[in-house]
């Protein structure tokens, strides 16, 4: 029956134990030192539901924890972490198993032991080929979203030498036993005289057992007990090193915390500021961020995944979110102490972080308004930092405090404020787009409807998507939908002015909705603007505005699939889907979209690329459809060449805000004749109408829709993710 003693070869093994008092105290005082650091910040109310959150963590954990989920989207660099982090996993639970069995209760005997052993050997190996591929990714292949500092090359060094030397242990062992079996059955006489071919099940150790085959019996004995010390201090040692310096591999301690507490409100919601009890509005010094945000700062790794996949940083602007999230670390680090003995001291103030401006100095304004907002990076980040809450409190001090803004965004601003939405110029008004619409009422007229249909801005005032909403008007009128409009007494929804940074607009702006939806008793909300849809769905509800808020392509399939909707004409083109980034990312909806599209006959689909949760921005968020796009490359103008890369005639979308993005870059592009951006619900209307603005259209009474209806994406192709 295979076994072998915990401290064989080793006199006085047991100091280990004492060993161990040290390197706790060590750690236990690294992790106080860091908590007073992340202290320093002001309270957030993120452990105000922690049974929920570790449920939460649970089930998340699994998958995004075990199974790597967001790491092996990417499978190189998945892998390599996967191996790493697996490997030594199952080193910690050998140790831990290990003393178990010596001290509480043998069972690491026989098939058992084998079994183990063969497992962590395996897995040892795994490590070995993870670091081996890491510092061939680092040092040979460079990417340029990973930057290399000396902790990198150590933490590498000391995992790679901590597992060979327990391969050489290992091995020094089996040889040992090889050469003298009689030795074997002296230690267990129960057991017998030691069987070679148990040696196979340590793979590891068992090819460096026949390297140190020709050693001598005395050669073998003290190689094993110099290197078991060796190997046992230089993993202490390790702990204690990063407990002391924090360096990168401290993130197996912070990482899985910042998943446990990472927000509990929807993803598309940012946090409200109760602007009656604030002191100040926004963050412009490194303490006025939560100290949850400041745990953020701690928690990544450098990996760079949100750089690699930020619209901003690769059209050329100067926002890299990777480096501003190192580049607030490394000024929280600087300041920190000053800030943790002033606070000790009673104090608020830190002449250390007052003589440094955090906006300014350490993050440019030009970094803070070049965010879209289209949370890519945090969709990536394997640690669920929180990009756009920073990004967002920095605007809000630029705004609010130092009336610091675009000059664009000023004006859209100020439109808002004046005439209660952002289009300045525009000679229209709110019901223009539905003069000869039938069916439609005022809920000022008629309040006994199905639906309200909460227009937007856009949809109302712009020429061009004031076809679009006409034409999502004809697609309810022909459902026999009773909706009705609030006309004149609709107001912008707000959401430009909260991620520009005027909290204070955007709440009168929700209030007064959330009045006048109450007023007219309005159930059920249909919105054609994702950002309208987000804003309604997840952020009125922070001030009393609980509603059923349901975004028109979500409506669509739904009276598609309940055949209220008739499709009849249609077209031979291809057509490819944009998903907007506050209906994919922020709220999830993927499918539905692309189940319309796949419903109108004749309807050829074809992926981008970049689609669904990778789905590339079109510029327009965080704003920045009122602001002007200086540096680099347009962003809209990006998507466009991918969308072009289909060879798609259409590039179907499902937001007012991206529609007129694709119209200005196909236009620039001089692209008008090969592509054109048609809502959704253009499509839709002129299926059902034949009045589709494009060539070979078809007639045929049967719908695609049932056959696409339970799929993720229509044919021809499957999402890669």
Known sequence: MATREIFWNIDYGFIIYFLIIPVVIALAYGIYQRYRLWRVGQPDSRLDNLPQQILTFAVTGVVDGLVHRRFLREPYPGLIHFFIFWGALFFLLAAFLDFFSHYIFEFMQGAIYLGISFSVDVLGIGVL??????????????????????????????????????????GLRIAYFTANPEIFEEIYPAIGPYDPSWAVWSPGGWVFAKIFGGVSSGGLLLAHRSLWWFHTILAFGAIAYVAVTWTILAHIVVAPFNVLFRSSRPKGALAPVNLEEAETFGVDKISGFTWKQLFDLDACTRCGRCQDICPAYLSGKALSPK???????????????????????????????????????????????DCTTCRACQEVCPVFIEHIDKIVDMRRNLVLEQAEM?????????????????????????????SDIGGAKLLSEDQDVEILYFVGCSAALEDRNMKVSASFGRILQAAGVKFGLLGEEESCCGEPARRMGNEYLFQMQARKNIET?????????????????????????????????????????????????????????????????????????????????????????????????????????????????????????????????????????????????????????????????????????????????????????????????????????????
Request: with cysteine; aromatic share 8%.
């Open 129 to 170: 080929i993870g670091v081996v591929f890491a510092v061939y990714r680092r040092y040979i292949q460079k990417p340029d979203r990973l930057d290399n500092k000396p902790e990198n090359a150590i933490a590498l060094a000391l995992i790679f030498v901590i597992v060979v030397t327990g391969y050489f242990i290992e």
């Open 323 to 369: 480096k501003m999230i190192q580049d607030l670390k490394q000024h929280w680090l600087d300041v920190g102490p000053g800030l943790v003995k002033a606070k000790a001291g009673g104090n608020s103030g830190n002449p250390g972080e007052n003589s440094i401006s955090m906006i300014g100095d350490v993050i440019t304004t030009e970094i803070i308004w």
């Open 406 to 434: 675009p000059e664009s965004a000023e004006i859209a601003l100020r439109c808002m404020e004046e005439r209660g939405h952002t289009c300045k110029g525009t000679t229209a008004c709110r019901i223009d787009w539905f």
């Open 517 to 721: 939806f109450k007023r007219y008793g309005v159930k059920k909300i249909v919105v054609s603007c994702p950002h309208g849809y987000n804003t309604l769905k997840n952020e009125y509800p922070q001030f009393g505005g609980e509603f059923e808020v349901v975004h028109h392509s979500q409506f669509i399939a739904e009276l598609i699939k309940q055949g209220r909707l008739k499709l009849k004409n249609g077209i031979v083109q291809k057509i490819t889907y944009h998903d907007a980034c506050y209906l994919g990312r922020h709220n999830d909806v993927y499918n539905e979209p692309r189940q319309v599209v796949a419903a109108i006959p004749g309807a050829q689909f074809k992926e981008m690329e970049r689609h669904r949760s990778r789905s590339f921005c079109c510029g327009a968020g965080g704003g920045h459809m009122w602001m002007e796009e200086t540096a680099g490359t347009r962003i809209s103008e990006m998507r466009t060449d991918q969308a072009l890369a289909t060879q798609a005639s259409v590039i179907a979308t499902a937001c007012p805000f991206c529609l007129q993005m694709f119209e200005d870059a196909i236009k620039a592009k001089e692209a008008s004749d090969s592509l054109k951006a048609m809502d959704i619900a253009e499509l839709v209307a002129g299926a059902i109408e034949g009045d589709l603005p494009v060539s070979e259209r078809v007639n045929t009474e049967q719908s695609q829709y049932e056959e696409v209806a339970g799929k993720e994406t229509p044919q021809e192709e499957q999402p890669k993710e």
